[in-house]
């Protein structure tokens, strides 16, 4: 179980003043209502607001989505490189000079993550035990099993990330727990919480960033990799025969 605490709302992420700023008028739809203009989404975002930034990534999600897809040719894998795009882009929002579309800009960080993934891919080889090998090759089957040390790492990033998940507001948490934590599709999110469905996603990439921002604070130079490190990793796998 984690502690709960107070939380009221998303714009308690950003600091007051920002979370008082309001968009400039945009375009009138046929229906009547206001569309804020993109540009001005990009300028409330790099000012922090966050609710900018979803709305940015939800308008270009399915083309992002739709590239990556045809690329990886995994629907899963696809979504797992857009969703580490959106949080390069994040990261790097102050990078974009507004000189194009940012849906554009948007998917070149798409594309890059989607071509990363295909040359880690292409460098992966699998060496089957019942099959003969290379007899200058000797294959030695390194052991699995976390020493105490690694045991011990491995909690204290277990009870972090349900502190810090704890601190998340509860509009955001609840989809993030109902979505990530217990596998529940989204549409069935947007159900319980009464929600629309795309609503139900822009709380879950909300709640997302919110807890990536949260736990970078504990990362080291090499980022969440700090706090996944275990010594075993770096055991050697194979070895030349004397």
């Known amino acids: 179980m984690v502690e709960t605490t107070e939380g009221t709302s998303g714009d308690n992420l950003m600091p007051a003043a920002q979370a008082t700023a309001h968009y400039p008028t945009g375009q009138e739809n046929a229906n009547g209502s206001t569309t804020k203009r993109e540009e001005d989404l990009v300028a409330s975002a790099k000012l922090g607001n966050r609710d900018a930034f979803a709305e940015l990534v939800q308008r270009h999600r399915n083309a992002c989505l739709k590239r990556a897809t045809s690329m990886i040719h995994n629907r899963s894998d696809a979504e797992?490189?857009?969703?580490?795009?959106?949080?390069?882009?994040?990261?790097?929002?102050?990078?974009f000079r507004g000189e194009g579309n940012f849906g554009a800009w948007l998917n070149r960080i798409v594309e890059n993550q989607c071509l990363m993934r295909i040359r880690e891919s292409r460098n992966t080889h699998l060496v089957y035990l019942d099959e003969s090998n290379d007899s200058n090759v000797r294959l030695e089957l390194v052991g699995q099993s976390a020493d105490p040390e690694d045991n011990l790492g491995l909690e204290e990033v277990v009870a972090l990330l349900r502190r810090e998940v704890s601190r998340i507001p509860p509009l955001l948490r609840n989809v993030m727990l109902l979505h990530d934590l217990n596998q529940i599709p989204m549409p069935d999110v947007a159900v319980k919480l009464g929600v629309s469905i795309p609503a139900a996603k822009s709380r879950l990439l909300r709640a997302r960033t919110e807890l990536r921002s949260r736990i970078t604070k504990h990362c080291g130079r090499k980022g969440a990799a700090t706090l996944t490190h275990v010594s075993r990793y770096s055991r050697a796998a194979y070895a030349r025969a004397s």
């Open 80 to 95: 797992d490189e857009v969703q580490n795009a959106v949080w390069k882009a994040f990261q790097r929002l102050d990078q």
